[in-house]
């Protein structure tokens, strides 16, 4: 029941008399460290008034019993917590199913990355084909060159 | 720090196992409800209290973790500010609307005992923190330095609200009893 709170090695009247009204009479409620101390003074002449007195207003709160939980309302909390446990199996899957549709996602992006880090980007210096080129270079100014000279 | 003897029953629970779920309130409901009960002095507000409480374990469970505070300290938090809301709507309830004649005694039959049910009403009549220290050491049967750490107080601030909780109880219950 209770621990202590200070480490005395004997316990006076008056500490005695604190505890007990603060406490009660039964040594059970006392302070763990105290409790010793406390049962030998308890044995003391002083000690016996003391808890005596203390005994009369316990006698008084332990008339005031509450009566235990009826089946209605256990029953009521328990069918309550079944339907936050269905709750929350049901987020559990949403959220499985958004991590699945992320993870997805991300592999989409990483693999447009992939490909666009993996494939070679369009030179600058590479010709366009159009129609003014042949296979065998630029038929314009050359070809023209050529006519003039037969 | 000593082990949290919930905290496998709880991770249980968190982890959707309906056998956990029965276990914990087969072993919290009687002790939380005995908590709302006495704090608030009304069985179905109490039990109202106690089934809120439960629907914050249901929602925290999966991410309850220890931190200074154990699992049944952290529960007694839960239901005492929920009854602290009520006591408190209460409080704005009678400021806003005074009734015009005193509530009517209650029937005899209400209450088995009647030292129970002086006890019931002198522990309403004291104040809410000092109705706390003793419904946590006394009934709830934590030791003082759990009470101190649910309370958020030191444990010589414990001792102080529990000394004057029990004089004032037993004022009101030797006045009480002179007057009869």
């Not at chain 1, 328990?78 to 559990?92: I, M, N, P, S």
């Not at chain 2, 009520?86 to 088995?112: F, G, K």
């Amino acid at each position: 029941m209770a621990e202590g709170s200070r480490n005395e090695p004997a316990m006076d009247a008056k500490r005695f008399a604190t505890l007990a009204e603060a406490y009660g009479g039964d040594l059970r409620r006392w302070p763990e460290t105290e409790r010793m101390t406390g049962t030998v003074f308890a044995a003391s002449e002083a000690g016996e008034a003391i808890l005596k007195q203390a005994g009369t207003l316990d006698t008084l709160l332990d008339s005031y019993r509450v009566d235990a939980p009826g089946k209605a309302l256990h029953d009521s909390i328990v069918q309550v917590a079944g339907r936050h446990l269905v709750q929350r199996r049901r987020q559990r899957f949403w959220w499985l199913g958004l991590g699945l549709a992320g993870i997805g996602l991300a592999g989409a992006v990483a693999g447009l990355a992939l490909v666009t880090i993996v494939t070679p980007e369009l030179q600058p210096d590479q010709t366009v084909l159009d129609a003014s080129v042949t296979a065998f270079g630029d038929v314009g100014p050359d070809a023209e060159n050529g006519e003039e000279s037969l | 720090m000593a082990a949290d003897p919930d905290e496998e029953l709880v991770r249980r629970v968190g982890a959707g196992d309906p056998a956990a779920v029965q276990a914990l309130v087969a072993r919290k409901l009687p002790r939380i409800l005995a908590l709302a009960v006495r704090m608030l002095g009304d069985a179905a507000e109490a039990e109202d209290v106690a089934q809120e409480t439960f629907v914050r374990i249901w929602r925290h469970a999966s991410s309850w973790r220890r931190g200074n505070a154990r699992f049944d300290s952290w529960i007694h938090r839960v239901t005492l500010n929920l009854c602290y809301d009520r006591l408190r709507r209460r409080r704005e309830w009678v400021t806003d609307e005074v009734p015009d004649v005193a509530d009517p005694a209650p029937l005899p039959d209400a209450h088995s005992g009647e030292e129970a049910y002086r006890v019931e009403q002198a522990l309403q009549r004291i104040a809410p923190r000092q109705r706390e220290a003793i419904v946590l050491v006394y009934y709830q049967e934590m030791s003082n330095i759990e009470a101190a750490a649910t309370l958020q107080i030191s444990v010589d601030a414990l001792e102080s609200l529990l000394s004057r909780g029990r004089r004032s109880l037993q004022t009101i219950l030797a006045r009480d009893g002179a007057d009869e």
